[in-house]
């Protein structure tokens, strides 16, 4: 499982379609916050909980029009490959 050591962004972005929430963090304050050996699902789950369509771990999935939390991760910024473009 990768950690919050291990990224190498410089935000790390949340979004839910089902209930259009969207969720910004630096990964800086992450790792203050929860450790930076703490699991990225560990995060996620904690981030999440307060969403009205989250379930638990394990539960069984709802039919085909029950709702659920959605909710992906992304990152954004981060290093950048260093020298020229390459032309062909």
Not at 35 to 62: I, N
Request: charged content about 25%.
């Amino acid at each position: 499982m990768e950690c919050l050591c291990d990224v190498r962004a410089d935000r790390l972005v949340i979004l839910c379609s089902p209930c259009a929430r969207r969720g910004s963090y630096w990964i800086d304050r992450l790792r203050r916050r929860f450790g930076a050996h703490d699991s990225v699902l560990d995060v996620y789950l904690a981030l999440t909980q307060s969403c009205r369509f989250q379930r638990e771990v394990g539960s069984r999935t709802p039919n085909v029009y029950g709702m659920t939390c959605r909710a992906k991760l992304d990152t954004t910024g981060g290093p950048t490959a260093a020298g020229l473009p390459l032309r062909t």
